[in-house]
């Protein structure tokens, strides 16, 4: 079985600050907006990308499972899937994170809430998994893991729900990269907040945690037309944003983002210091940076679509410049591309329909490919022949999406591709075959 060590919460602040404050300097970027304290970054061109996937009932093993592509275009195997690897379980698969090192890829199931692990460093064409964390809601009481957000030797997960009333009221959940829990911080249900979670991002150098703010599993795990059509659901879902001081771990102010605010990216350009978070209910894009006089503020500074037809915007991936935004619309099918020159006034440049429903949005390093996936819960993706399941790679060239590639999911039998992350051999003789430390401790 799986141990998990006892830190006090003291303690485990104590270890969390030391670690952050002996980090290095914020990195500013890497391809796909993951945590600044992530090494290893692909600057060149990348080889793989993992597909986090569905499982779908009679569709192959019918397990959620962890998808390579090869997207090298020097390669033989180019826009072909080249490894699954199944977790023999179907789980509600949703996001990922890599460890600080990147030798590890964390997944998690907002259905069974469980948390799997699988090393990517070994070989990173075949990613093997390592571990299973099954008991998060006894340890914690949060319920569907999110979020898995790299610190220094640490993952700090973000979750959706509890064990309580499966709401969305909730908390992060911080590990060490064993896989050990050391310690549980609740999300602030005083001054304002509303308790929701979603997703976690950090700006080291003015010590802050921001977190967003989602809903709970029995919305997600509700058909969505059913969710529209109840009022009272439609109540259930976040309309915060919460500032925490990262070394202490602590609240320190709760910003009213109304209709639900779900990825969170900070500026990538060095010395800049805001973040650009989407509504998924209000269509818009709000900004988040200090004022003038030293305090922190929320401010809508854009409109995505028309919000009257409810595009839903869901994913999004700012540019390493930090002058650009991909904005994803599950509804309407379209990528769309803000100029983010002046934050304080993004303006729409470019869109396209990427398929007949989209979700998660990953661009290269340099800006130059773009991989766009279908799938945004099992319940909530379209019906019938729009229920379109793939993973798509485009070539950008500042003025155009060109296709390049694509993966149908369905007709490969592998299921709802999700989320993405990307991958190169270099990590191989980066990390060599050494095998990383536990065995696999599945829940039976």
Not at 114 to 138: H, M
Request: glycine residues 10%; hydrophobic residues 35%; aromatic residues 10%.
């Amino acid at each position: 079985m799986l141990r998990l060590s006892r830190v006090p919460r003291s303690l485990a602040t104590a270890l969390l600050a030391a670690a952050l404050l002996g980090a290095g300097p914020y990195a500013g970027a890497d391809e796909t907006c993951n945590s600044p304290y992530i090494g290893n970054l692909i600057k060149g061109q990348e080889d793989y990308v993992y597909v986090w996937t569905l499982g779908v009932q009679g569709l192959g093993d019918g397990s959620d499972k962890l998808v390579t592509i090869d997207v090298n275009p020097a390669s033989k195997k180019y826009g072909k899937a080249i490894h699954s690897i199944s977790v023999g379980a179907r789980g509600e698969a949703h996001h990922m994170g890599f460890t600080d090192d990147r030798r590890h890829l964390w997944a998690g199931g907002l259905s069974n809430s469980r948390i799997y692990v699988f090393d990517v460093g070994s070989n990173p064409a075949k990613p093997k998994l390592t571990k299973v964390i099954a008991d998060l809601p006894e340890r914690t009481g949060y319920a569907g893991p999110h979020t898995f957000y790299a610190l220094p030797g640490r993952m700090l997960v973000g979750t959706l729900s509890n064990t309580r009333d499966k709401g969305g009221v909730t908390g992060l959940a911080l590990f060490n990269n064993k896989g050990d829990l050391i310690s549980k911080y609740d999300l602030p249900t005083d001054n304002g907040g509303d308790g929701y979670g979603y997703d976690i991002g950090i700006n080291p150098r003015k010590n802050l945690l921001l977190t967003s703010s989602f809903t709970g599993f029995n919305n997600y795990m509700r058909d969505l037309g059913e969710v529209v059509a109840d009022a009272e659901a439609m109540k259930k879902f976040g309309n915060t944003m919460v500032l925490w001081d990262l070394k202490a771990m602590k609240p320190k102010k709760v910003l009213s983002v109304p209709g639900a605010p779900l990825e969170i990216r900070w500026s990538l350009r060095e010395g800049e210091n805001w973040a650009v978070v989407a509504t998924a209910l209000t269509s818009k894009i709000w900004l988040i940076r200090e004022g003038a006089n030293g305090e922190w503020e929320a401010k809508d500074v854009a409109t995505i679509g028309d919000p009257a037809k409810i595009p839903l915007p869901v994913d999004i991936s700012i540019s390493r410049d930090g002058k650009g935004l991909w904005v994803n619309t599950f509804m309407d099918g379209k990528t769309r591309y803000f100029d983010l020159s002046n934050p304080e006034a993004p303006k729409q440049t470019y869109e396209k329909v990427t398929g007949k429903q989209v979700n998660m949005v990953s661009q290269s390093w340099d800006g130059k490919r773009v991989y766009v996936t279908s799938s945004l819960l099992e319940k909530w993706d379209k019906k019938g022949t729009d229920n379109e399941q793939f993973l798509r790679a485009f070539n950008w060239d500042g003025k155009e999406l060109r296709p390049a590639f694509e993966v149908d999911f369905t007709k490969e039998k592998l299921g709802r591709a999700h989320h993405m992350k990307l991958g190169s051999k270099s990590l191989k003789s980066a990390f060599g075959d050494a095998e990383p430390p536990g065995e696999i401790a599945a829940a039976r």
